[in-house]
C-alpha cells in the first residue's frame, strides 16, 4: 500500500497529501497487528475510500454523485472507482495496476475458506503475475 501511495503523490502536489500521507501512515501502522487477511482487506478499504474521495472531488458535488458512489451503484465497487479514475486521467496506469492488484489479492484472501498468507502460491503468485 505505501508503494500505491508513492505511486499516487508523484502525480499530485506532495504538499497536498498532507493529510492523506498522515491518515495513510497510520492505517499502514495497523498492518503489524494483522494477518495477512486482515491487512489485505483493511489496505483494500482504505484504499476504496481513498478512490471515492478523490472522485468526489473531481465529479460534480451533487446528490447524483453521491448515490453513484454508493452501494449499491454502478460506482459503489473499488474496480468501478478504480476503473473510472483512471479512465478520466485521475490516476496513471501503474497505480490502477497496483491497486488492482491489491484487489485481487483482497478478493482471494476475502473468499478463501481456508487461511492463507501472501507465502501462498494463489497470493504470491498473483503479485508476480501482475508485476510483470
Known sequence: MIQIMINFSQMVDIHSLGPYMDEANRVTAQFHNETDRGA???AMAYLDEILARF????LVDSECTRRLLSYPAGLSSA???CDL??????????VYEDVSTLRK????FAH???RLSFKDPQIANVCKRDRK
Open 40 to 42: 489485505a482487506m483493511v
Open 105 to 108: 489479492i483482497r478478493n482471494k
Open 85 to 94: 479514475a483512471y479512465a478520466m486521467g485521475l490516476i496513471a496506469a501503474n
Open 79 to 81: 474496480s468501478a472507482k
Open 55 to 58: 472522485l468526489k472531488a473531481n
Open 112 to 114: 478463501a475458506h481456508e
